[in-house]
């Protein structure tokens, strides 16, 4: 049996159909009492592996003659999309898989090295199961944690994964709920953590069908993707639970060991308590409840140390930051380039003071921005730990025209600058998937949206976007045309030259 729940607060009759279409039974669901907008149904025969869907009717579309005619929705918490985003929810039952690491108390982020790996050009396979395949190769690097880029469900075979959709389901080109566990649960057996990157900013447009059932967007604030996520208007309470429970979600039914959050300065939320402090609030109940070590990382260009500061000093109390300022001001001195945001670091001085003031930008003029930004990071009481450094990242090769990496621009002595200046700083140091070999081979910007209309929007944006930094023409490569038919991407586990990382332009995601 399985209890089917949802969240459609203006519906006035909802149904789940369970089985697959024409057979497709519908069971109508009734109101939950004591929780408003939330509806329920038990469905007797409903296990593991067993499609669904369910239907709304608001006052528009119920004509009133007792037939559920409406669509059928996949679930806005689908645990399995086997076929797609826009295909039926799965039931997914998480008592099924048989987990080894039982002794698994977690790895504290002070003193990591953590490894940022995209799973679909990771392996020539590009499944999770393939991954896990070069863990051992990861332990003998000394990488304590793997980041792993967004893993979502998003539409089409490839893509980057920041334009998910069913924020539930682990992405099934990948392997699905399965293979994510299983790689999990390898990397726990060698001893690394695994962290994954999670979008609580935006949704991507392409089988999103959220804003069907509720005030999941608001026009109250916009952002570079259109409506923002509603977390402080009108009916935001239940959209801060779908992302809190999304959370801890990831943490406590796949074993993750931390989650890094994409961009937080996208979100909007003027209420009292801010909802990264309600996430780190969950996240550090959840660690207590479970027994091992949980964190959060949070992605922001905000220059804002609040993140990180302890919730008794009036901050968020997340765990740790990225430090864009960190590899901006090592990049643009050892490339010497100053086009885009470069424009505001090169020197040595500024190397220096990220090395040892964290942001360049501490409440000082930004160039690049034509204003004042950022504020001072108290380095008595904050430790360097809580933010992470890097010469290279999947934003600062990906989103260079032709995806190229530090090898592109540096000979091999002054690559070792680089790493050594990563290794050797204060901050907890991160690697970018193949930058252990020198991978010369190009990481691109890709997606594989089906909708024509939308690829054409995504192609016209990045050379848009481009051009701010100079770059326009053939060097802007088309991220929806492969290099070639049937390109996927690939990586070596060898010192050749078939680098981790190796992406060709497009294609393989």
């Known amino acids: 049996m399985t209890r089917f729940g949802v969240w459609a607060p203006d519906a006035c009759r909802a149904a789940v159909a369970t089985g697959a279409p024409p057979d497709a039974v519908r069971h109508p669901m009734s109101r939950l009492p004591g929780r408003p907008g939330w509806w329920s149904t038990d469905v ?27 669509e059928t929705l996949p679930d806005p918490r689908s645990p399995w999309q086997p076929n797609g985003v826009h295909g039926p929810s799965r039931v997914y039952d998480h008592d099924r898989f048989a987990w080894t690491d039982a002794g698994w108390r977690g790895r504290p982020l002070p003193g990591s090295v953590l490894y940022e790996l995209h799973v679909g050009t990771f392996t020539p396979e590009g499944t999770f199961d393939a991954a896990a395949e070069r863990l051992d190769h990861l332990v003998s ?39 994510l566990k299983r790689f ?13 990157d999670v979008v609580y900013n935006h949704l991507g447009p392409d089988g999103n069908r959220l804003a069907s059932y509720g005030p999941y967007f608001t026009g109250a604030h916009t952002t570079p993707w259109g409506d923002a996520v509603n977390f402080d208007q009108d009916g935001s309470d239940e959209v801060r ?5 999304n959370a801890l979600m990831w943490l406590r039914d796949y074993h993750l060991d931390g989650l890094r959050l994409d961009a937080v300065h996208a979100i909007t939320d003027h209420r009292a308590v801010h909802i990264l402090e309600e996430l780190a609030v969950a996240v ?3 660690s207590a409840h479970l027994g091992r070590a949980l964190f ?7 220059n804002d140390p609040r993140l990180v500061t302890s919730r008794e000093a009036g901050g968020y109390g997340l765990d740790a930051q990225w430090s864009d300022d960190f590899h901006h001001a090592l990049h643009a001195a050892l490339t010497g380039e100053r086009q885009g945001y470069y424009c505001d670091f090169g020197s040595l001085e500024t190397l220096k003071k990220a090395l040892t003031k964290v942001f360049v930008h501490d409440g000082t003029m930004s160039n690049y921005r034509g204003r004042h930004h950022g504020r001072p990071v108290d380095v008595r009481t904050t430790p360097a730990h809580r933010f992470l450094g890097f010469l290279q990242n999947h934003d600062q090769v990906g989103n260079r025209a032709s995806g190229d990496r530090i090898s592109a621009t540096l000979d091999v002595p002054m690559q070792k600058v680089g790493a050594a200046l990563l290794l050797l700083a204060p901050y907890t140091p991160m690697l970018f998937m193949g930058e252990e070999w020198g991978a010369t081979t190009p990481w691109c910007y890709f997606t594989d949206h089906v909708d024509p209309d939308l690829g054409r929007a995504v192609s016209e944006g990045r050379r848009r976007e481009f051009a701010r930094h100079g770059w ?12 070639r038919s049937g390109a996927r991407c690939s990586i070596g586990a060898n010192r050749t030259k078939s680098p981790i990382g190796n992406c060709s332009t497009g294609t393989g995601r």
Not at 477 to 483: A, C, G, I, L
Request: hydrophobic share 35%; proline share 8%.
């Open 241 to 245: 639970a779908f992302v809190v429970q």
């Open 296 to 302: 959060l990382i949070a992605e922001s260009d905000l």
């Open 472 to 483: 326009t023409g053939d060097g802007v490569p088309d991220p929806q045309r492969p290099r």
């Open 284 to 286: 550090a109940g959840l």
């Open 141 to 179: 690097l000394g990488i304590d944690a793997v980041e792993l880029l967004p893993v979502a469900s998003f539409p089409g075979d490839h893509g980057w994964g920041y334009d998910g959709v069913h924020l539930w389901a682990p992405h099934e080109p990948y392997g699905g709920p399965d293979g």
């Open 184 to 196: 999990v649960d390898a990397a726990h057996a060698r001893g690394v953590a695994v962290v994954l």
């Open 44 to 70: 007797p025969d409903a296990a593991h592996g067993t499609d669904y869907g369910f239907v709304l009717h608001d006052n528009d579309n119920d004509d009133g003659d007792g037939n559920d005619d409406g």
